[in-house]
Structures are given as structure tokens and as C-alpha cells.
């Protein structure tokens, strides 16, 4: 739900997007901002009658394989429509794409989906005909429940999902309520041409919602939409959230997506597609944590198969301190989502958060089934064992990760490494390597990595060139803050920078505003206090230090600092700290963590 360049992976939103990475406080610390945020449906109640169902990828059979995005976009659109059926578990897209069109083995595809059904389905567009074939598959006893094919002309493709949603209903005998017989019934724009820009709008979502070019791709599709029908209303709620997901790495992404969401709300003031928008924007923009889960809860009620409105409602309780909740919620998304390697890394990010770091590392397990070696997953687990204070264990993942490896998150556990093990030259050496060689990805991108040299350098004894990249990083951060003044991201890294400078009448200011941004909401606030922390230990307050220091590490949070929220063997760890190693109680913390 959070914004691409807030998201661990570079994409909010999860659904929506956040960046989260980490790194050691002022020597290397980056900002672990988020992860995807009622109660709906048990899967027991679909799942015991049978009433489950997993859509496989559609196959294109065209001639010309730039009609593929028509089989993705139908497929889709299918899985939107038997989402708003709630007597239908259906598994979202995101755990289906992986499988090819027609799977040898689909007992298992079922078992690792919790499903009794699949469908799959093919099409094949000819000049301006297009025929859809599916076939719905009982999985336990291999049977072929039904199967038709469609034969439409381009024009008049609209109502192809909602014949098949609504065949598959009949089949399972599941109910449709009114809103879904209204839905089904209704067409989204009586012009093919912007439904077509609809579909490859879709098919380039379906590429990869976290990437920054899939997303603007997609953008592209969505304003050709509605071009061509300005009355689009689907389109609209569409774009919204597109242009959400950019934010804050566009910093014009968030004005753009209100503009289309106050299109949406004209036309389709109801629809779920618009109050998806809305509530995107009452989390991402306004910050109205409540407005926002009263609104995911309603759209809830209308797409009862949604695995992204209770990750969104998990995220929603981290911000307002109902941490016990996270977990439930996260469990239901996951039902309904079970392969989406997104998800269970920010459900594993939320046990990180509680300090259930076993819980979290079975399900860093989990998403590496579905992405073997995958950098940022390594260096996650490397994370939870930093936090353990085992840097053995840490280092068996992070082996592979140089000053080139395109994952940021991967090259600050591996700087964090190598600052635990007090190679500072080593971590100097990577940080200018990865500058002289590496084309970062945005100005926020090389103002973070710029922060981390100027830290990096600091414990290395280099005071000049600690300087010389801190202030590199300052320049850039204040243009940041000055455009995105309510966004704390860039405006903890600049308190930093300001830091090393020296400054600490503008690293105090930039503490005090980042604490009043975020004064009411349980992650940006400890994150604030541990920005805090670190500030009054570089400049010799070391009692305050130390008193935050002591609060943070009974509090589940989002830390600022970390890959994990803040443990006594961090403390052991972090040469930041050492300023402190001195004081009594400090050593009485560092000490309740090795027992």
C-alpha cells in the first residue's frame, strides 16, 4: 500500500507499496518505512464446501505474441468479477502467474493454493475476432466440471468475463448477491478502445507491481483509457492508485493521483475500484489512518476474496499501535494469497517487528521457495540474525552481494556487516566502488548512499571525507524535504547528515519536525525517538540516549535504524553505540539481550 520507492523492493504500494532497508545507525542506517496495512470471511466456510477456485495463467494462442497482454487482461478481469463473490474463495493473481497456462501436476498446484478447482483458459485473437476457451477443473477427483468457448468480435469482448465469472458461480453453486448481479450485468465503457488500453493497462500491472517502469507502463495505458472515454470510471480508479504507488519517487505521483480519484468519485462514487483509490489516498497522502480502515473495511465487504484489504488493514494497525491484530490479518491476506512472495515477506517483516524472529524466518523461507536466491530475502535473514548477534550466520547470506549488485537492501546488510565487524575500510572500499560504477536509480537513492559513506568514512577516521559526503547527501535532501515537507523519509537521513556536519542546532530541528509528522502513529514515531536517540549520542546527551534507548526495546516498531526493531545484541554490535559503552545502564541493556 505504500509508495514504490518506500517499498523494500524499490515499488505502495503493496497492493501498495515502501523503501525498506537497513543499516547501522549513524555509521550505515537506512529507513525500514513500512509494508502492505475487520474481520472477512474464515477460509474454512468456502474452502469445507468446496468453493475454492485458483484462475492459471490464460494462454495466448494468438499468432502475434504482442496480443498476450488480451490473456492476461481477461484473466484478470475473470478474477476481479469472482472476487466480488462471497460465497467463492478465489486466490489472487499474484500466486497464480507463476504456473504455465495448462501445469502437468495441478493436485499439487491445488494444495500449495488451498484451492478444490482450478480454471484455465486460452485466447487467440484472429483480425478482429477473438474466441476465449475455458474449462473448469475439480481438482481431487480430475474432473471437467464445464467448459466453453467464446467466440466474440474484438468490439464486444466486454462481456466475455462475466458470462465465465458467472458459469463458474452456477458451476459451484455459489450465490451471487445483487451487487455482483449488478456488476456482472453492467459494462465498464461502451468503447473498445479504451478497454483495450484497460487490458494492457492490467497486463502491465501483472508485470511487475512493484517496478517503477511497470507502473508508469501501466499510467500510460490507464490516461489512453480515459482519453478515449473520458467517462471510464474503472479507468479512473485504476490510474489513481498507479500514480499512488510512485509516490514519494515522483514527488508530483501523489497530486495526479487525486486528481484521477476525484474523477473516479464523479462517476463511480460506489464502486470498489474507486473506494480502493480513496482509501490509497486517506493512507499514503492524508495519513488518516482511521478514514482509511473504515474505507479498506467497506470495500472489504464487496470483495471478499481480497487478499490486499486485510494486508492493508495489518499495515493499518502498525500505524496505530494494534500490533496484536498484525498477525491475524496478515494470516487472512496470505489465505487468499499464499504464493505471493510480496506478502509473506512483509508478513515476515511484521514478526521481525514483534521480535518473533523464528516466525519470521519460516516465512522469509517460504517467499525463497518461490524466489530462490533472491537477494533481498538473503539479506532479510541476515537481518534477523544481525539482530540475534550472530554475524556468522548473517555473513552465509550476504557471500554473494558487491558493490554491484543492483539490490540496494542486499548492499546495506552487507556495509552493516562489515561495520558489526568493524571493516570499516572494506566498507568504505565497496560504498566508493558502487559510486565510481553503479547508475543509482533516483536523487533520494544517491543521497542515502551518499549518508552511508559520509558514515561509513566517519568510523574509518576519514573526517574530511566524512564531511565531503555528508555534505553531498545535504544538498540533495534539503531540495527533497523542501518539496515533500510532510514526508519524514528523507528528512531522517538529512538529521543525519546534518549530524556528521557537525550541525546539531539543524539535526535537532530536523528530529523535532520529523516527532511532530508523526506524533500520533506507532511507526514513524519510534522511528523518530531512535533518530533521536542517535543524534543525542553523537553529540554527548548520552542520559536521553540512553533513556530512548531503553523504551524502544520494549516496544514492537518499524526501526529506523535496522533490518529489526532494536535488540539488546544490536546494541553489542553497533560501533554507533560505543560512545556509550561507558554508562552503567547501557551496559545493563547490552546485557539483557545475551541471556
Excluded at 117 to 146: C, F, M, P, T, Y
Excluded at 241 to 258: I, N, V
Excluded at 406 to 433: C, D, G, H
Aim: include cysteine; glycine fraction near 6%.
Amino acid at each position: 500500500m505504500e509508495s514504490a520507492e518506500a517499498k523494500r523492493k524499490g515499488s505502495p504500494s503493496r497492493l501498495w507499496i515502501y523503501i525498506i532497508i537497513t543499516g547501522v545507525a549513524l555509521a550505515i542506517s537506512l529507513f525500514f518505512v513500512g509494508r502492505y496495512a475487520g474481520s472477512f470471511g474464515t477460509r474454512s466456510r468456502t474452502e469445507s464446501s468446496g468453493k475454492s477456485i485458483a484462475v492459471l495463467p490464460f494462454e495466448n494462442l494468438s499468432d502475434d505474441k504482442a496480443n498476450a497482454y488480451l490473456a492476461t487482461g481477461i484473466q484478470d478481469e475473470i478474477m476481479t468479477r469472482l472476487a466480488k463473490i462471497a460465497d467463492l474463495k478465489v486466490i489472487s493473481r499474484t500466486s497464480t502467474q507463476e504456473y504455465q497456462s495448462k501445469p502437468g501436476n495441478l493436485s499439487q498446484i491445488a494444495k500449495q493454493l488451498g484451492v478444490t478447482h482450478v480454471l484455465e483458459g486460452s485466447v487467440q485473437k484472429l483480425a478482429e475476432q477473438v474466441r476465449v476457451n475455458v474449462q473448469l477443473i475439480r481438482v481431487d477427483h480430475d474432473s471437467h466440471l464445464w467448459a466453453e468457448i467464446y467466440d466474440r468480435k474484438l468490439n464486444d469482448i466486454f462481456g466475455v468475463e462475466s458470462d465465465i465469472a458467472k458459469s463458474i458461480a452456477r458451476s459451484l453453486q455459489a450465490k451471487l448477491s445483487g451487487r455482483a448481479e449488478q456488476v456482472f450485468a453492467g459494462k465498464p465503457t461502451s468503447n473498445p478502445d479504451a478497454y483495450d488500453a484497460y487490458l494492457r493497462a492490467l497486463a502491465a500491472e501483472g508485470e511487475g507491481i512493484d517496478s517503477v517502469y511497470s507502473t508508469q507502463k501501466a499510467i500510460s495505458f490507464y490516461k489512453r483509457a480515459v482519453h478515449l472515454d473520458p467517462a471510464f470510471g474503472l479507468a479512473w480508479g485504476r490510474l489513481s492508485r498507479a500514480h499512488s504507488r510512485l509516490y514519494p519517487s515522483f514527488g508530483d505521483s501523489m497530486e495526479a493521483a487525486k486528481r484521477a480519484l476525484e474523477t473516479a468519485r464523479k462517476l463511480q462514487p460506489d464502486s470498489p475500484e474507486t473506494l480502493l483509490a480513496l482509501a490509497q489516498y486517506q493512507y499514503s497522502e492524508l495519513h488518516d489512518y482511521d478514514a482509511a480502515r473504515t474505507t479498506f473495511s467497506r470495500v472489504g465487504k464487496m470483495l471478499p476474496s481480497s487478499s490486499e484489504i486485510p494486508a492493508a488493514l495489518a499495515q493499518i494497525a502498525q500505524h496505530r499501535g494494534k500490533w496484536e491484530k498484525t498477525v491475524a490479518y496478515y494470516d487472512q491476506a496470505l489465505a487468499f494469497d499464499p504464493r505471493n512472495a510480496e506478502l509473506l515477506t512483509e508478513a515476515a517483516d511484521n514478526y521481525g517487528d514483534l521480535r518473533q524472529f523464528d516466525n519470521g524466518l519460516k516465512l522469509y523461507d517460504r517467499a525463497l521457495e518461490i524466489r530462490a536466491n533472491d537477494p533481498d530475502l538473503l539479506a532479510s535473514k541476515a537481518g534477523i540474525y544481525h539482530a540475534r548477534g550472530n554475524l556468522t550466520e548473517a555473513a552465509k547470506y550476504l557471500g554473494e552481494v558487491n558493490a554491484l549488485t543492483p539490490s540496494y537492501e542486499a548492499v546495506a546488510q552487507k556495509v552493516e556487516q562489515l561495520i558489526f565487524e568493524r571493516n570499516y575500510r572494506e566498507a568504505v572500499q565497496l560504498l566508493e566502488t558502487r559510486f565510481a560504477q553503479f547508475q543509482f536509480g533516483s536523487e533520494m537513492e544517491l543521497a542515502i548512499f551518499q549518508e552511508f559513506l559520509a558514515s561509513s568514512r566517519l568510523l574509518a577516521g576519514d573526517i574530511p571525507g566524512a564531511k565531503d559526503s555528508a555534505e553531498q547527501a545535504r544538498k540533495i535532501l534539503e531540495v527533497i524535504c523542501q518539496n515533500q515537507p510532510d514526508n519524514d523519509f528523507p528528512a531522517i537521513y538529512l538529521a543525519r547528515a546534518y549530524a556528521i556536519l557537525g550541525d546539531k542546532t539543524s539535526a535537532d530541528n530536523e528530529v523535532e519536525r520529523v516527532s511532530k509528522l508523526g506524533h500520533n502513529d506507532a511507526i514513524r514515531r519510534p522511528g523518530a525517538e531512535e533518530n533521536m536517540a542517535l543524534i543525542d549520542a553523537s553529540f554527548g546527551n548520552n542520559a536521553r540516549a540512553i533513556s530512548i534507548l531503553t523504551h524502544l526495546l520494549k516496544i514492537p516498531y518499524q526501526s529506523s535504524l535496522y533490518a529489526t526493531p532494536l535488540t539488546p545484541a544490536l546494541l553489542r554490535l553497533d560501533p554507533t553505540w560505543d560512545v556509550l559503552r561507558s554508562d552503567p545502564t547501557f551496559q545493563k541493556l547490552c546485557q539483557d539481550a545475551a541471556h
